[in-house]
């Protein structure tokens, strides 16, 4: 069972995940409505994916909530979601998926297991010596 924060300042796409994932097989979600449930959340469960909006209230961008889920949790795979056609795929983490609103469970489910399997390769590549 791969646990999944989904992380959105909107209540309506948090519930559609959410909704998504409870009839998906394998997965257990955690409901972030902002940053400061995001991050209290990495810190007190075990989190497998993290699927953040890249807008988020508030000063801290999905992005850098990526980062600091990365720092906390290595092996943790991510996704990052958008309506803003601006952001760039070069702008997320290099583990991540990009995924731009509006999609569908299918894809969805599809960037889950993407990124699911770039976070494995990531965590068994060796250290890089600086």
């Not at 720092?71 to 760039?88: F, G, L, S």
């Amino acid at each position: 069972m791969k646990t999944v924060l989904i992380v959105d300042d909107d209540a309506l796409v948090l519930e559609a995940i959410d909704l998504l994932l409870s009839r998906a097989e394998g997965f257990r979600s955690i409901r972030a409505q902002g940053v400061a449930s995001a991050r209290s959340d990495l810190q007190q469960a075990r989190i497998d994916v993290l699927v953040a909006d890249v807008i988020l209230a508030g000063s801290t961008t999905g992005i850098e909530l990526c980062e600091h889920a990365i720092e906390r949790h290595p092996a943790i795979a991510i996704v990052v979601i958008t309506a803003d056609n601006e952001v760039q795929r070069d702008e997320i983490p290099t583990r991540g998926i990009f995924l731009r609103k509006p999609f569908g469970g299918e894809q969805l489910l599809g960037a889950i297991d993407a990124a699911l399997k770039k976070a494995v390769a990531e965590s068994h590549k060796p250290a890089r010596a600086d």
